[in-house]
């Protein structure tokens, strides 16, 4: 998967045992399960449509409610994001769904905000769509008056599209990305996940923009890569004490820095790519990739393995012991190729 406008020269690297200290992000940083649509997609679209809120609770049914003063969904439970059901045809924007729009094979939902709690699940479905390759989730901050509330998001619970056949799944919030204690990705294809704030499509000259309510960029076309060229505060994705496993083809591609650290129980914050998977593991941040003492990134099952830093890639070992160093690993019997821009970093046992 390439990227646009990555902001260095790629260079032959030297080891080195030395120091880097990454700053560390709690999972808690941002929000409970908060789930708001910005008006941007679904059948109500335009300011009537934002601060639309998935609410959870009592059942696991799809319930909208209008109240604005809301500071949460609440409830637990799964919380279902339909793309379909309630289908009526915009001769110039697509499809519109209860939340989504879809544009040829591809669904597209836009939120104000999108945190999901422990032991919650953020359902995306597609009731009545037909068939759907891509499943495109942006996170704008747009409350509905040309205001932007910029809120990173949290995932503590549980992302699922397996509801919408072999879809790949998108999600990109330019405010930061958290994935924390409780944290599941159950998608049927690859995880493309970043906190760039604009999506290109293959061959039409098309994006898709979190600073834009222009929905006819909805493209039918498919999505190429994530654009940072127009990101004005870049945001960090963390993962914080949490495995998160990835199917082959996936990419995590952070607009600032890509942190993988303990959480405050000590527990290790890993990426690993599933089982029976194909396809390649993208792994890049704009800046710093710190992988922490204890933390790791896997690739097994997977085709080209690439982990790319702008700045400094750093594995870490801050007791100096073997049991607790950061380890970056492929076992994929294929290419595996690391880069940074200025320094790769290994932290080794008594450094």
């Known amino acids: 998967m390439s990227h646009t406008n990555l902001p260095f020269i790629q260079k032959t690297l030297v080891l080195a045992i030395s120091a880097i200290l990454a700053s560390s992000v709690t999972s808690d940083a941002y929000a409970n399960t908060n789930i708001v649509m910005d008006g941007n997609t679904g059948s109500l679209t335009g300011n009537g449509g934002a601060n639309h809120f998935i609410d959870g609770s009592n059942t696991n049914a799809l319930t909208i409610t209008t109240d604005h003063n809301a500071g949460n969904s609440s409830g637990t439970g799964t919380f279902t994001i339909d793309g379909g059901n309630q289908l009526t045809n915009d001769p110039i924007n697509g499809i519109h769904g209860t939340h989504g729009d879809l544009q040829g094979s591809n669904l597209f939902f836009s939120f104000q905000k999108f945190s999901i709690d422990s032991g919650d699940t953020a359902s995306f479905q597609c009731t009545d769509c037909g068939i759907v390759t891509n499943v495109i989730s942006q996170v704008t901050g747009w409350n509905g008056l040309n205001n932007l509330l910029l809120a990173g998001s949290t ?131 704009q800046k710093n990739i710190s992988v922490d003492s204890g933390s790791s990134i896997t690739a097994e099952n997977t085709g080209k393995f690439s982990i790319t830093a702008g700045s400094a890639l750093t594995v870490g070992n801050s007791s100096g012991t073997a049991n607790d160093a950061g380890v970056i690993k492929a076992t994929n019997g294929n290419i595996f190729e690391a880069l940074a821009g200025t320094d790769l970093t290994v932290q080794g046992i008594g450094s």
Not at 175 to 194: D, L
């Open 155 to 285: 995932i503590n619970g549980t992302i699922d599209s397996m509801a919408i056949g072999n879809a790949a799944f998108w999600f990109f919030n330019p405010a930061g990305i958290i994935f924390g204690a409780g944290a599941v990705i159950n998608v049927p294809a690859a995880f493309h996940v970043s906190t760039a704030n604009t999506l290109n499509f293959t061959g039409l000259n098309k994006s898709w923009s979190t600073s834009s309510t222009d929905t006819s960029s909805l493209s039918t076309a498919s999505p190429s890569a994530f654009d940072f060229t127009t990101n004005l505060t870049p945001a960090n994705i963390t993962i914080d004490g949490v495995t998160i496993t990835l199917n082959g083809g996936s990419e995590v591609a952070s607009a600032n820095d890509l942190i993988i650290t303990k959480d405050a129980n000590s527990v290790a914050g890993a990426i690993i790519t599933a089982t029976n998977t194909t396809g390649d593991l993208t792994i890049t941040a």
